[in-house]
Antibody
Framework: QVQLVQSGAEVKEPGASVRVSCKAS????????INWVRQAAGQGLEWVGW????????DHARKFQGRVTMTTYNSINTAYMELTSLTSEDTALYYC????????WGQGTTVTVSS | QAVLTQPSSLSASPGASASLTCTLR?????????IHWYQQNPGSPPRYLLN?????????GSGVPRRFSGSQDASANAGILLISGLQSEDEADYYC?????????FGGGTRLTVL
């Protein structure tokens, strides 16, 4: 079945970087964009950005300008999101999700930023 | 003013219907957007329900019951998620989403209580 499986929880100090992975299975990886969405505890959903695995094109929300990098390793059907210069406000559950309709979601990766 | 506004909460009785609204900011015409809807239970990633642009242009998510349907209210400039025959398992948070100016935008979410 179509599935997105993400890497495990991360705990980082302020100012550090984090990289989250998202491995796809059950469909042709290069046929759909991968979006990244985050959710702080008790809060709503916030879009981070997307990457097109075929072309490598990316785009992201303005608030992450200069801090987010999205890549894919197509031979292993895996997408990555790296976020730098972390602050406590980046503490959240990070999801990868498929396509422009985001019809399939990963299980989420908890990123905790704390000193 | 937020791009998408959802009521924070809604209550309805089992067996009844619930109409969840997603109001677009003034100046953004609902008729020109495809509105996507998601259901989220505590501790789980969002689940894709459907998208709606018009009566002739809409898609149901895989495995989503036909009790969930989409529509629009042009006079209110709002997208609507209608859930008929409410069941206790429908109690969840519901989010709407559009692509606006090349960015993914979510509504703040509606907590639906079935009691």
């Amino acid at each position: 079945q179509v599935q997105l499986v993400q890497s495990g929880a991360e705990v980082k100090e302020p100012g550090a970087s984090v990289r989250v992975s998202c491995k796809a299975s059950g469909y042709t990886f290069t046929s759909y964009d991968i979006n990244w969405v985050r959710q702080a505890a008790g809060q709503g959903l916030e879009w981070v950005g997307w990457i097109n695995p075929m072309s490598g094109d990316t785009d992201h929300a303005r608030k992450f300008q200069g801090r987010v990098t999205m890549t894919t390793y197509n031979s292993i059907n895996t997408a990555y999101m790296e976020l730098t210069s972390l602050t406590s406000e980046d503490t959240a559950l990070y999801y990868c999700a498929r396509g422009t309709s985001i019809d399939v979601w990963g299980q989420g990766t908890t990123v905790t930023v704390s000193s | 003013q937020a791009v998408l506004t959802q009521p924070s909460s809604l209550s309805a009785s089992p067996g009844a219907s619930a109409s969840l609204t997603c109001t677009l900011r003034s100046g953004i015409n609902v008729g020109t957007y495809r509105i996507h809807w998601y259901q989220q239970n505590p501790g789980s990633p969002p689940r894709y329900l459907l998208n709606y642009r018009s009566d002739s242009d809409n898609q149901q998510g895989s495995g989503v019951p036909r009790r969930f349907s989409g529509s629009q209210d042009a006079s209110a400039n709002a997208g609507i998620l209608l859930i008929s025959g409410l069941q206790s398992e429908d109690e969840a948070d519901y989010y709407c989403m559009i692509w606006h100016s090349s960015a993914m935008v979510f509504g703040g979410g509606t907590r639906l209580t079935v009691l």
